[in-house]
């Protein structure tokens, strides 16, 4: 028991030092990861019927879907549509937690996979052109 303790912690300060030592576009990146993760631990717990859990996920995407809509930088046109998009992301979230609905999920999911998989792209194209 001991051990896990020590573990816990020792990986809870990994966690923390790894957000605080990582660039805001590294940090965008976590909350995709972080979104796309927590609808899938929802989507699993819909499916077992562990629906308290599949509320906190939700609840837990929810956070994260507004913490990036609060880091949208709005001089960029993008920000405009990032924004509606997470606006609509948001309210299909509330949606799927009153109604406990997969496919609500499935359709978010797919926004957030999306997203983030666009996002990681991106950031490999400017690591590959400030070395250029």
Do not use: C
């Amino acid at each position: 028991m001991a051990v896990n303790k020590a573990y816990s912690q020792y990986y809870n300060q990994y966690k923390e030092n790894t957000i605080f030592t990582s660039t805001p576009e590294e940090l965008t990146l976590m909350l995709y990861n972080g979104l796309v993760k927590f609808i899938m631990q929802a989507q699993l717990a819909i499916e077992e019927k562990q629906f308290e859990k599949a509320n906190s996920s939700i609840i837990r995407a929810q956070d994260i879907v507004f913490e990036l809509q609060n880091t949208l930088d709005h001089k960029y046109e993008i920000s405009k549509s990032l924004a509606l998009l997470y606006d609509y992301m948001h309210r299909r979230l509330v949606d799927a937690n009153l109604s406990k609905d997969k496919d609500i999920l499935e359709e978010v999911l797919g926004y957030a996979t999306e997203l983030r998989d666009t996002w990681a792209q991106a950031m490999k194209i400017a690591k590959k052109e400030r070395r250029a």
